[in-house]
């Protein structure tokens, strides 16, 4: 029972942590451009390449 006493607030507080950070990277504009880094891999740059 004790144990319980420890890990649920323990629990609480952490889940709460990771609220925040997903509304703190949400508010930054972190998950605006969920595309553009899955088409950026595919575009061939030719002035990029150093031979």
């Known amino acids: 029972m004790n144990g319980l006493a420890i890990l ?3 629990a609480l507080g952490l889940g709460m942590l990771g ?12 998950f605006e451009d969920l595309d553009g ?9 030719e002035d ?4």
């Open 8 to 10: 649920i607030p323990v």
């Open 19 to 30: 609220l925040l950070a997903f509304f703190w990277a949400l508010k930054r504009g972190q």
């Open 37 to 45: 880094a899955a088409a950026r891999i595919l575009i061939d740059d």
């Open 48 to 51: 990029d390449r150093s031979a």
